[in-house]
């Protein structure tokens, strides 16, 4: 997983075309994308949208965002979707490893109720998207065995906290959002699961969209959303484990086989221990070759 687009669930036009963007998950949008007044078809275009491709093989991951759990509208949205068997469920607004837990007994009884596999469904919690949110990135662990990743989001952070903006004159986030962004990092590390990076808004800067990438997967990030089917390739081509990686993750990981119960091998000229390890089993994990 490397790229995840973001499409209105209420155009058919624009789910047929994130469908061949490249795209490895699409993000279908019950939420801030679709006006109130068009979440009942929103569901049904979605829902249909699911149900054909569904059985497809070659085919990106299929997720949901639906309203968060105050809203009044997430028993609704999943009614709606969920006999299609979305792969995945996004959690807006999430505050917390307590608020995974809620989502996940609404998808266990309508898995039972639609006679959908037990924990086929997966979470992905958008976890910065409010105040609340930061103060609660250390409790996802053992939230729920659906949750799958942490995400993070600049712009309803910025409404919520009143900001004029949530970068700076050269285009990079100012404090708030960097920490955000670092401590969604540390809570996805703590609870195991993958951290994922937020969207770049400018669409037209590919420059800059490539930039970020590069940061975020320095960083331990392993994949990008995106809100526009051009901003996939880029952000494809910036998580794929270039061979030279690969063939230096593989290196690392044959030295300390040679080596078994060793601290610190050598690998071309440089001594390596088990944090350099775990990052070549990691990596090679990202390139589907462990």
């Not at 028993?75 to 995945?88: C, E, R, S, W």
């Not at 990079?172 to 808004?201: E, K």
Request: contains cysteine; hydrophobic residues 45%.
């Amino acid at each position: 997983m490397r790229s995840l687009l973001f499409v209105p669930g209420d155009s058919p036009k624009k789910l047929e075309k994130a469908l061949a963007s490249g795209a490895d998950v699409l993000l279908i949008d019950l939420e801030d994308s679709v006006d109130l007044t068009a979440k009942q078809e929103a569901r049904r275009v979605t829902a249909g949208f699911i149900a054909e491709h569904r059985a497809e093989p070659e085919r990106p991951r299929l997720f949901v965002r639906v309203n968060g759990l105050t809203t009044g509208l997430i028993d609704a949205d999943l009614d709606g979707v969920m006999t299609a068997a979305p792969d995945g469920i996004v959690l807006p607004k999430s505050v917390g490893g307590a608020d995974v837990a809620h989502l996940g007994a609404k998808l266990a009884v309508r898995e039972a109720e639609f006679g959908l596999g037990d924990g086929m469904t997966r979470i992905l919690a958008i976890a910065t998207e409010n105040a609340a949110g930061i103060f609660a990135l250390g409790t996802y662990g053992g939230a729920s065995h659906r949750l799958m990743g942490l995400t993070w989001g600049g712009e309803d952070l910025s409404a919520d906290l009143g900001a004029e903006t949530n970068r700076d004159q050269g285009g990079a986030y100012t404090d708030p959002y960097r920490l955000a962004r670092s401590l969604t990092l540390f809570g996805a590390a703590a609870a195991g699961i993958d951290a994922i990076d937020s969207v770049f808004t400018n669409f037209r800067d590919m420059e800059g969209l490539a930039a970020e990438c590069r940061a975020a997967r320095r960083d331990g990030f392993v994949a990008k959303m995106a809100i526009h089917p051009a901003q996939v390739p880029v952000i494809n081509e910036a998580f794929t484990p270039s061979p030279e990686a690969v063939a230096r993750a593989q290196a690392v990981i044959e030295a300390f086989r040679a080596n078994p119960g060793a601290g610190v091998v050598g690998v071309n000229g440089e001594m390596l221990d088990r944090p350099h390890l775990v990052r070549a089993e990691r990596l090679l994990r990202r390139a589907g070759q462990l």
